[in-house]
């Protein structure tokens, strides 16, 4: 039978294993422990992150809506003063008298209300229409690489 000393040492020694194991236990607890905040303190760092660039987005949004608006709203103006030009070029035609001709004219004239001069805005769109069907036309100026025609040499 074991004495009483001998089951002291057993004792003492079941004591330092048990003593030795749950510090093992408690460091790779703790380990984790550390590993958890840090990756924590990532994931709220990235979280923060995340919701600044939300509010951005947001915002953008907002400002986008805005300015969608407000082209909508200029683009409504410019139907309006669209047709109103419109209806005032069909009343003017309406109001022209169409030219009479000869029974011996082979080609048609018009009449130009302007007292023979054109506006010069008007000039440069017939001009721009004629290089863009005729680019090769000796009065046109080569098109530039942007894929714009460049103004019209004077005539």
Request: charged share 20%; aromatic share 2%.
């Amino acid at each position: 039978m074991p004495t009483l000393a001998q089951f002291k040492i057993a004792l003492i020694g079941l004591l330092i294993v048990a003593c030795c194991v749950l510090g093992g236990l408690l460091h790779h607890q703790i380990g984790e422990t550390a590993s958890y905040r840090s990756k924590n303190n990532t994931l709220t760092q990235q979280l923060e992150v995340s919701q600044g660039q939300t509010k951005l987005a947001q915002e953008s949004c907002k400002t986008g809506d805005i300015i969608l608006g407000e082209v909508a709203t200029e683009a409504q103006k410019s139907r309006e003063k669209v047709e109103v030009l419109v209806d005032q070029v069909v009343q003017a035609a309406k109001e022209t008298v169409p030219p009479t001709r000869s029974p011996d004219e082979t080609k048609a004239t018009t009449v130009v209300p302007t007292a023979g001069r054109l506006d010069p805005n008007l000039v440069k769109l017939l001009d721009q229409s004629y290089c863009n069907a005729n680019p090769t036309s000796r009065d046109c100026t080569p098109v530039k690489p942007a894929g714009k025609v460049s103004n019209v040499q004077s005539r």
